[in-house]
């Protein structure tokens, strides 16, 4: 491990600034403040730096049941199990989860309304996801090199999958119906209990399109993933999402890590999923 030029608990020193924003733009910005920090503000991210800044302990283990764990005295441990790839999106989750020890501890008991405290708390995990994808991907090195190349976040992304830079698929999804679905609304079919809509068939997060490495897999368009998917929140909440889903794309299958994130397309809103393929 680095040697470290910090003790205690960065979020300590973090939270001491009185804050006015959402909860998810002071997850995002505790997460920029780890990487400046530790000048770890780079790609791709050595996240060893910031855990070595800090003096965080880091350990594999072999019992544990779940992908990570954090202690009381912020020791982290890590499955050893897993793929480098899962670990390393663990270990930036456990360097977020730190922000809640001091979080209930009173770090911002002075300014923080009670209201955020209870929304933060009641959402930790999901907080915990959204600030690992900011540590490990950080969005403004992407926006840059947008702006750079002179084209969109999605085709920049595109393009790096693309060239196979990245082992993932990157994914549209509409909320929508199947086109092969009977849709009464459609044709403008009666009903005697209430308006033709309420005859639908249930909408929901289907593919788009696809932007995948040459020789991937086949994922056809309109397939749909749950309610209960990550993605499908991303389109409720209007917020990014990161998790692990079990999915079925047809050529795709298992379990997977997927970031996503919804956008508006002609004032309609979609999600767009960045899918790891090598978790």
Not at 211 to 231: G, L, N, Q, R
Request: overall charge negative; charged content about 25%; aromatic content about 10%.
């Amino acid at each position: 491990m680095l040697s470290a030029h910090y003790t205690g608990n960065p979020a300590v020193d973090f939270l001491k600034k009185p804050y006015t924003g959402s909860p998810e733009r002071l997850i995002q910005l505790y997460a920029r403040y780890l990487l400046h920090t530790s000048g770890a503000y780079q790609l791709p991210v050595p996240l060893e730096r910031v855990h070595g800044y800090f003096g965080f302990s880091v350990q594999d283990n072999t019992s544990l049941e779940q992908h990570g764990l954090t202690t009381e005295d912020l020791r982290i441990f890590l499955n050893a199990d897993d793929r480098p790839t899962v670990q390393k999106f663990t270990l930036a989750h456990e360097l977020i989860e730190i922000f809640f020890f001091a979080l209930k501890d009173g770090a911002a008991d002075e300014w923080m309304s009670d209201e955020m405290f209870t929304v933060l708390c009641d959402n930790k995990e999901r907080f915990c996801d959204r600030g690992a994808a900011e540590l490990v991907m950080p969005l403004p090195h992407f926006q840059q090199l947008a702006t750079r190349c002179k084209v969109s976040l999605s085709a920049t992304i595109c393009r790096i999958i693309e060239t196979q830079l990245a082992p993932a698929v990157f994914i549209t999804w509409r909320y929508k119906h199947s086109p092969k679905e009977f849709i009464p609304s459609k044709i403008g079919q009666g009903n005697l209990f209430g308006s033709p809509e309420e005859r639908d068939p249930p909408k929901k997060m289907r593919v788009e399109k696809v932007y995948s490495p040459p020789d991937s897999p086949f994922i056809p368009a309109d397939k749909s993933v749950s309610e209960e998917s990550s993605i499908h929140q991303a389109f409720l909440c209007e917020m990014p999402t990161a998790a692990f889903e079990d999915l079925d794309l047809v050529g795709i299958r298992g379990r997977f890590f997927v970031e996503s994130r919804p956008f508006t397309v002609d004032g309609e809103r979609q999600v767009m999923s960045l899918l790891h393929l090598d978790t």
